[in-house]
């Protein structure tokens, strides 16, 4: 069982298959716990959406069973410019790490670092990741379409957007202003000309409905949406079109699609029962 980066109770299922007429197969269930000697806690931090040049501060402690022995120890970040940590002074165990977003959007992830000076723990590290963003951001930026099939679907589809249906033939998005500003979106573009749609706009709020007309050559593109924001004048949305010959939907996706699957191959014979031998040991090791 690996146990890197896991923490308190644990389970592990096993099905033992054996010769055994009366017991072929057998569930063989292996419980513990994982006991921390050092590290942080939490082990990560997720920022979540940031801000350009916005700060956020978080807490973490040090924990585990040999804690007490890292109060002393120095705490090393991988980019002390953007990323600080000091100790509480009450409590040398609690810290206070604070963030200060660069000017430039994009995934940030980072380390805070200690030397423990325990053996079995040399040196413990909290992950810190996270997204830069301008202030007005999206809650997805990859999609899935489903094509329309000719006229009908299109009729369908203006219908769905003019009433505000939700129906598997469009996609609808939400932005927001991190620091609730009113903004507009004002145009939708789609360079390829296969994805159209309608805004709402909402004040520091707006929803966007997205359709795809048809099936491109090249399923991958990409919508820009243009706002009022001189700052931000459009947000880029990435997205995949499906194929029309098929393809189930799945729930978990974003646009409950999915891209085509291939089917699983059928098995020509079922394969034999794996056999379960005892093993004798030497009389000197038993």
């Excluded at 009113?182 to 159209?196: K, L």
């Amino acid at each position: 069982m690996a146990t890197a980066g896991r923490r308190g109770e644990l389970a592990k299922t096993v099905n033992v298959v054996s010769n055994d007429p009366k017991s072929p197969n057998y569930l063989l269930t292996v419980k513990g716990k994982l006991e921390v000697i050092a590290g942080f806690e939490p082990d990560r931090l997720n920022l979540g959406q940031v801000k350009m040049g916005d700060t956020r501060e978080l807490e973490a402690r040090l924990a585990g069973s040999k804690a007490e022995l890292l109060r002393q120890g120095e705490l090393v970040s991988s980019n002390p410019d953007i990323l600080k940590v000091v100790r509480n002074g009450e409590d040398p165990l609690k810290l206070k790490i604070t963030f200060s977003a660069p000017q430039k959007e994009g995934p940030f992830s980072g380390q805070i670092k200690m030397k423990t000076g325990i053996e079995a723990v040399p040196e413990i590290m909290l992950m810190i990741f996270g997204q830069i963003t301008g202030d007005i951001v999206s809650d997805r930026q990859f999609i899935y379409l489903s094509p329309l099939a000719g006229s009908a679907g299109l009729a369908g589809a203006l219908a769905d957007l003019a009433s505000g249906a939700s129906s598997d033939r469009v996609f609808r998005l939400r932005l927001r202003s991190l620091s609730e500003k009113p903004f507009q979106v004002t145009r939708i573009e789609d360079p390829d000309g296969v994805v159209v749609g309608q805004v709402k706009n909402r004040g520091s709020e707006a929803e966007v409905v997205l359709v795809a007309l048809r099936q491109p050559p090249n399923p991958n593109g990409l919508v820009r949406l243009h706002t009022d924001r001189a700052e931000q004048p459009a947000l880029e949305i990435r997205y995949l079109v499906r194929s029309l010959a098929g393809g189930a939907v799945n729930p978990g996706l974003p646009g409950g699609q999915r891209p085509l699957m291939r089917p699983m191959p059928q098995l020509n014979r079922i394969p034999e029962r794996m056999q379960v031998k005892q093993i004798e040991m030497p009389p000197s090791q038993k």
